[in-house]
Every structure is written in structure tokens, then in C-alpha cells.
């Protein structure tokens, strides 16, 4: 396949289209890597539920709410729908094998996506209506920098993305909640013997993680305002990857994976332009990569299986 | 939706007391669930203006693909086997077309396309047929239309990979547009791709004075908002995989000016029968028909058509019948179906003006 050298403005320019694609992989990610950190269970619902939040904060608009008001709708619509989801469908696997919860994890994702094909309708909305004169700027605009033209939204997401960042990093490292987290996430009957609410502290993890996904899918929904009930399947997927190659279970690294990920899929794409086609296969081939060579990840930690 | 679930409901219903059966094989759900919803209400209103013949109920069924070409296989065998039915109304997509036309030939169960342009689909099957005009004249269409009227001399061609459709008509779209003088470059992408950045930095990178993008309206309107971002102002040139409203919707300010070539449009055809169409439609509807309800519309009375001159409801008999329809009027024209089992019709071309789809010209590519 033909290889295309790029000038100094084209450069510049793929490296911040794949800084604001990877920006959106990582908000993605970092709840997927929340939640399997916690609990261990690969979450394949996160995807959908990112749709879920993305309808919300669509109907609230729809209903007359402000841009701002949506948003919080949306997000903490996701965040009620996690905990529900969690009380509903896996706590009662607490103590079951981790694939039967794998399994109700896909299952759950098919429900909501067949659940948002009744409910919202499968035909794609268009996402620019939860925006009106004002503050339409904020997905069209764009900045002339050094020959490359960047959208405001590139700046917005790496501004969400950081400040989602810290809001976690503090609630993991410095609350006490977050201290539940850690410990649960290293032996979950000691920490249930220590007087801890375990299953409130996962529902909590759940409501966190599933708010982080609705607030990167309206980031994505910004970008690509195509809003069907499939929609949180891909970028599911992609984000499930991310964290992957970021190490499964470690914030920062879903974080470095995601900008990583999405880096690498621009740049493939800008150098190889035949190969646009295969960019899907070529992010599972990552996965299969570091599950080969690097399982843990880039920023995982070693784990050690308890016998 | 709650429509589409009644009228589910409504046909599973008549099933139990069939007539004569037609299935109709759609994408409901998925990519491009809009235009499975458009054909089903022109079906739908010809079924309701029409539902007899041969003095029997016509009773359809309906089936959805979830815009998967796998499903689309699936879907037919299940109308033919399941159901039983004599003829098949669908799809709407080539790749799918291809996928359910094959299944269709081999049980031999004549099927009728309202709108798969690409020429594989009826090519060398005795059993497939449709009602609208072929990619090589869309793409000759289109590329008559660039040079000429908008008087690009160079176009940056994007073609979706997995669709059949858009390879077709990137080809015959190339073929035409050099013939005529005009240069072209390559660029790919694939159906569910949102992110076109990389490929529109390297577009435009090289100058185009068009972009001609063969995909769907969720692929185009993505693609039209994100060219206009990386600050491309040339005109945007689509094929009739653009004309949904959700193009529009989600492309904003983006698609405006966007032009695509179609079947269809109620200021460009001109039958007696565009006339009561267009008016029962907005009776039905409460508003503007659009290219993919009036080729539903079409699809479903040429297929009645067929029946009445087989004289019975047996699908050899249809099937060859489909292929003998000369000069029908239909809402997008005068049909007459070749013996390769296409439409002979010209190509109108359509743009977005103040958010609306709006006609432009009619270009009949065999002229050129």
C-alpha cells in the first residue's frame, strides 16, 4: 500500500484531528477502566450507556431545557441508569463465576440498544438541535493555527477530559469513598468485614463511570452529531481497546491509551490513505498485540493471581 | 415508530388470512433506517390506493435487515420459506440487494428493488429486477454535472469500501469524468466511520475543485460537516444515497449547497400519476414526498403491474412478466424495464437550498 509523506501544516494538522478522535476514545475509557478496576467486569453495556445519556441530554433539549441544563441531564440520567443497571443485573452475580457477569454484561448491552430502538426510534436524530444560535459555535467554529485549521471542539475536549481527570483523581485518592474503591477493588470480602457498604460503594462506582460516559458521548454527539441507537457500540468497542493498551483497571492509563489510540488511527488513515477501510481491523490487531505482548498494558500494573 | 409497530402488527395480523403474499425486505433499524422507513410509506400508500388484484387482497409482509448484509440474506429466505410469499419488494441498499437477490434467485421468487442502483445487482439473475436507473448513468450523471455545470476540472472521488454502491458509482462517476477531461484522486472510508479528517486533510491537501462522496447520508453529512471545518469551500457533489432528511438535520449549514443526483423530484417528473402520488402523499403524510417514497410507490405498482398480466400469482410467471413492463406511468416517470431487468430513466439532479432539497436539472447521460 502506497505511503504518503506529510508537510509540516498536514502534520500538524492529523495530530490534532487524532488528539480530539483519541481525546474522545479516552473519556470513553476511563470509565471502562473504572469499573473494571473495581469489580473486575469488563463492562461492554459502557458503550450503550454513553447512548442512553446522549438521548437524554437530546429529549431534555427537545422539552426546552438550556444547553447547560441538557448536559447535566444527560449525565446524571447515565449516572441513575449505571446504579440501576448494577443493582439490577449484576449484583446478583457478586458471587457467580466473572463470565456468567460477562455474559449479562453483553446481554445488557443488547437490551439497552434494542430498548432505545422502541423508546427513541431507530431513525438517526441529529444532534445539533440541542444547540440554538448562540451557542451553535461551539461545534462549528474553528482556529487558523500555523496553516492548520483546529475546531474549538478539540480544545473542549482535552478541557473535559483533563478536568474529568482530576474530579476522579480526587475522589479515588482523596476521599473516603475512594478509599472503599481502592480496598474493594484488592479483596472485597475483607473490606465488606471492615463495615463497609460494599454494594453501595460499586453502585457509586457504576453511577461515576456511567456519568464519564454520557459526558463523552455528548462531547462525541458534539462532533458527530448522528445520534442512532447503535451509536455506542463502536466507540464502545474502541474505548474497551484503549484501556487495553493503556492497562486495564489504571485511570491514567486509560487516559494514554485513548489519546494513543486515537493518534494511531488518524495517522494510519493520513499515511496510508488506502488503508481507511481498515482502521476498525487495525485497532483490534493492537488489541491482539498487547494482549500478546504487554497483557497488563502500558501503564498496568503486574497482577498477581491469588491461589 | 409506533406506525411501523402498528402496521407490524397490522400485516402479521392479515397474514393469517392470506391472499396473495408480497414480502417487503427493508431496513427498518440501523445505518439507514431512514430510507427503509421512506420506501415503506410509498409502499404502504400504493398498497392502500391500490390493494387488490386480480381480484385478490394483496398482503404484505415486512421484514427488517438491521441494515446488515448478512440479515438481508437472512430476511429473504425467512419471507420465502416462513411466509411464503410469490414476489419480494426490496432492498433498498445494493450490498444487500446482492446479499437477499441471490437467495431470492436460487428459490427462484422474483424480487423487486425500488432503489439499488449498482448494475451486479441484476446482472446475469432472471429473477431480480428494479425500478430505478442504474449507477453508470448516476456516476455519468454526476460527472456530466461536475464538469459541465459546475465546471470542476479536478474532483477528489470517497469511496465506502463496504458498500457495492459507492464502489460502483466512484467507477463509473471516474470513468466518465476523464472521458470528458477531467482528473480525479482516490480516497476510502468505510460505512460507520465517523471521524474523515485524516482522509479530507489529504483531500484537500491536493486541490480539488469537488468533492464527489458515493456513501449514504450518515457518512455524507459527517463528511460535508468536517470538510467545511477544515475550511474546504467547494462544492459538495453526492449520489441519490444523500436524499433523506436526516441529511440535513445533521449536516447543518454544512450540506448547504450540497448537490446529489436522484429519481426523483415533484418538480422534475411529470406522469399523471406524480400528480395524484404527490397529492395523496401529502394527504397521508402531511408532507413533501421524497425519491425513495415515490421508487417505494413505484416498486410495489410495478410489481402489481406484473401480476396482472402474469394473470396468476405464480413467480415464474411474475418474474417474467416484471421484465415485459413497457412505458408504465409511475410517480417518478414513464418505467420501462429492459430485459436485464432495469429501468431506463434519466437522472435529475437535486441540491440543498435554505435547508430544503430543491430541483436542479434533469440529465439524460445517454445524450453525452
Redesign the interface.
Known amino acids: 500500500m502506497e505511503v504518503s509523506a506529510l508537510s509540516g501544516a498536514t502534520f500538524l494538522q492529523n495530530l490534532f484531528n487524532g488528539l480530539m478522535f483519541g481525546g474522545l476514545y479516552a473519556l470513553l475509557a476511563v470509565g471502562y477502566t473504572m469499573v473494571y478496576g473495581i469489580l473486575r467486569l469488563i463492562n461492554f453495556a459502557h458503550g450503550d450507556i454513553m447512548m442512553m445519556g446522549v438521548y437524554f441530554a437530546f429529549y431534555a433539549s427537545l422539552m426546552g431545557s438550556p444547553l447547560w441544563l441538557s448536559i447535566i441531564i444527560g449525565v446524571s440520567g447515565a449516572a441513575i441508569l449505571g446504579f440501576l443497571i448494577d443493582r439490577i443485573a449484576y449484583k446478583p452475580l457478586r458471587n457467580a463465576p466473572r463470565i456468567s457477569a460477562l455474559i449479562t454484561a453483553i446481554g445488557m448491552s443488547f437490551f439497552l440498544e434494542s430498548v432505545a430502538v422502541v423508546v427513541f426510534g431507530a431513525v438517526p436524530k441529529s444532534f445539533t438541535s440541542v444547540f440554538n444560535d448562540n451557542n451553535k459555535w461551539i461545534m462549528d467554529k474553528t482556529w487558523n493555527i500555523l496553516d492548520a485549521r483546529i475546531p474549538v471542539m478539540t480544545f473542549l475536549i482535552f478541557f473535559v477530559t483533563a478536568i474529568i481527570f482530576l474530579i476522579l483523581f480526587w475522589i479515588v485518592y482523596r476521599t473516603k469513598i475512594g478509599m472503599a474503591m481502592r480496598a474493594i477493588s484488592s479483596d472485597i470480602p475483607t473490606t465488606s468485614l471492615m463495615g463497609i457498604n460494599v454494594d453501595m460503594v460499586i453502585g457509586f462506582t457504576f453511577a461515576l463511570g456511567s456519568a464519564m460516559a454520557a459526558a463523552g458521548g455528548i462531547m462525541w454527539a458534539m462532533r458527530y452529531p448522528n445520534v442512532f441507537p447503535y451509536m455506542g457500540f463502536m466507540p464502545g468497542l474502541k474505548a474497551f481497546i484503549a484501556a487495553v493498551l493503556g492497562g486495564i483497571g489504571s485511570i491514567p492509563g486509560a487516559v494514554v491509551g485513548g489519546f494513543l489510540l486515537g493518534l494511531l488511527e488518524i495517522f494510519l488513515v493520513a499515511l496510508m490513505p488506502g488503508a481507511a477501510g481498515y482502521r476498525d481491523a487495525f485497532a483490534f490487531i493492537i488489541l491482539i498485540v498487547i494482549l500478546l505482548i504487554k497483557p497488563d498494558g502500558l501503564l498496568g500494573k503486574k497482577s498477581v493471581v491469588k491461589v | 415508530?409506533k406506525k411501523f409497530?402498528l402496521a407490524l402488527v397490522l400485516v402479521l395480523s392479515l397474514v393469517l388470512f392470506a391472499n396473495i403474499k408480497v414480502g417487503v425486505v427493508l431496513p427498518?433499524?440501523?445505518?439507514i433506517?431512514?430510507f427503509g422507513?421512506m420506501s415503506w410509506q410509498g409502499i404502504e400508500l400504493a398498497h392502500e390506493m391500490y390493494p387488490k388484484v386480480l381480484g385478490e387482497q394483496i398482503d404484505l409482509v415486512l421484514v427488517d435487515n438491521r441494515s446488515e448484509k448478512t440479515e438481508a440474506a437472512n430476511a429473504v429466505s425467512r419471507v420465502i420459506d416462513k411466509e411464503k410469499v410469490v414476489a419480494i419488494i426490496g432492498e433498498v441498499a445494493s450490498a444487500h440487494s446482492l446479499a437477499g437477490g441471490a437467495v431470492a434467485e436460487r428459490k427462484h421468487i422474483p424480487m423487486l428493488t425500488s432503489s439499488s442502483t449498482n448494475p451486479l445487482v441484476t446482472n446475469r439473475k432472471k429473477y431480480v429486477s428494479r425500478v430505478c436507473f442504474i449507477d453508470p448513468y448516476q456516476g455519468a450523471a454526476a460527472a456530466i454535472f461536475a464538469y459541465k455545470n459546475l465546471n470542476a476540472k479536478k474532483a477528489a472521488v470517497f469511496i465506502d469500501?463496504?458498500q457495492d454502491y459507492s464502489v460502483g458509482l466512484a467507477n463509473f462517476f471516474k470513468k466518465k469524468f476523464q472521458e470528458l477531461g477531467g482528473n480525479y484522486f482516490i480516497?476510502?472510508?468505510?460505512t460507520?466511520?465517523?471521524?474523515f479528517?485524516?482522509?479530507l486533510?489529504?483531500a484537500i491537501?491536493k486541490n480539488p475543485d469537488v468533492l464527489y462522496i458515493t456513501g449514504y447520508y450518515?457518512e455524507i453529512?459527517?463528511f460535508a460537516?468536517q470538510a467545511?471545518?477544515?475550511?474546504f469551500k467547494g462544492p459538495i457533489l453526492a449520489g441519490d444515497g444523500a436524499e433523506a432528511p436526516?441529511l440535513i438535520?445533521?449536516g447543518?449549514?454544512?450540506v448547504e449547497g450540497l448537490y446529489y443526483t436522484t429519481h426523483f423530484h415533484p418538480k422534475g417528473a411529470a406522469t399523471d400519476m406524480t400528480k395524484v402520488f404527490v397529492e395523496k402523499f401529502k394527504e397521508k403524510y402531511g408532507s413533501e414526498p421524497g425519491a425513495m417514497h415515490a421508487l417505494g410507490f413505484d416498486a410495489y405498482l410495478v410489481l402489481r403491474k406484473a401480476i396482472e398480466m402474469a394473470g396468476k400469482a405464480d413467480p415464474k410467471a411474475i418474474a417474467k412478466a416484471i421484465r415485459e413492463v413497457k412505458n408504465f406511468p409511475g410517480a417518478t416517470g414513464m418505467i420501462t424495464i429492459n430485459k436485464n431487468g432495469d429501468a431506463e430513466k434519466s437522472v435529475v439532479i437535486d441540491m440543498v437550498k435554505n435547508g430544503e432539497f430543491t430541483y436542479v436539472t434533469t440529465i439524460n447521460p445517454a445524450n453525452y
Open positions: 415508530m409497530l427498518m433499524t440501523g445505518g433506517a431512514a422507513e469500501v463496504e480516497e476510502f472510508f468505510k460507520g466511520d465517523q471521524e479528517s485524516a482522509q486533510t489529504d491537501n450518515p453529512s459527517l460537516r467545511r471545518m477544515l475550511g436526516e438535520k445533521i447543518g449549514d454544512a
